[in-house]
T-cell receptor
Framework: GQSLEQPSEVTAVEGAIVQMNCTYQ??????LSWYQQHDGGAPTFLSY????GLEETGRFSSFLSRSDSYGYLLLQELQMKDSASYFC??????????FGSGTKLNVKP | GAGVSQSPSNKVTEKGKDVELRCDPI?????LYWYRQSLGQGLEFLIY????????KSGLPSDRFSAERTGGSVSTLTIQRTQQEDSAVYLC?????????????FGSGTRLTVV
């Protein structure tokens, strides 16, 4: 089966940098995605990694190490609006997504 | 449409009743997923439709759950004889086939409460 581990909660200060980790176990691994979800809202796509390395999109960066079955999402210059839950999701066997339980990020002034 | 549309946004039903949840994906998106999210939890895969292929029903938790997709567009998730443990937010997502790099677009969900 599939399993994903994410820290349940992280707190950081506005303007700081935060890293949220994701470790996974799966067969047929294809890639790792990250989604953001504000309370009461729909998950929105942030990034996707299929190959090892770092993908950067503005203040957001995502990293993948396939050999370590590990990835992380890095948020820089934190803003209050970044307070949300962040989910990693493994894509396996081409068309299946398996989501972690998410990390709740609290940004404090 | 411009986004994934789900209806109703909220549904309160009595235990034992049947409910139907609707998802209208983005026009042209051939892949459609249903997920369930309990309070404070991650997303639980339910079912996947891709074009005219047989759906992947491996995530449906019991035979009380079923889904169909008519004309490769609108999808309906039906829960028969609802139980209190069915209370959750049901999310639908769609995308073009094999477009993982661009992510899936989620609807705002249907919050189902079984009383």
């Amino acid at each position: 089966g599939q399993s994903l581990e994410q820290p349940s909660e992280v707190t950081a200060v506005e303007g700081a940098i935060v890293q949220m980790n994701c470790t996974y176990q799966t067969s047929g691994f294809y890639g790792l995605s990250w989604y953001q979800q504000h309370d009461g809202g729909a998950p929105t796509f942030l990034s996707y990694n299929a190959l090892d390395g770092l993908e950067e999109t503005g203040r957001f960066s995502s990293f993948l190490s396939r050999s370590d079955s590990y990835g992380y999402l890095l948020l820089q210059e934190l803003q209050m609006k970044d307070s949300a839950s962040y989910f990693c999701a493994v894509i396996y066997n081409f068309n299946k997504f398996y989501f972690g339980s998410g990390t709740k990020l609290n940004v404090k002034p | 449409g411009a986004g994934v549309s789900q209806s109703p946004s909220n549904k309160v039903t009595e235990k034992g009743k049947d409910v139907e949840l609707r998802c209208d994906p983005i026009s042209g998106h051939t892949a459609l997923y249903w997920y369930r999210q309990s309070l404070g939890q991650g997303l639980e895969f339910l079912i996947y439709f891709q074009g005219n292929s047989a759906p992947d029903k491996s995530g449906l938790p019991s035979d009380r759950f079923s889904a169909e997709r008519t004309g490769g567009s609108v999808s309906t998730l039906t829960i028969q004889r609802t139980q209190q443990e069915d209370s959750a937010v049901y999310l639908c997502a769609s995308s073009f086939f094999r477009q993982e790099a661009y992510g899936y677009t989620f609807g705002s969900g249907t919050r189902l409460t079984v009383v």
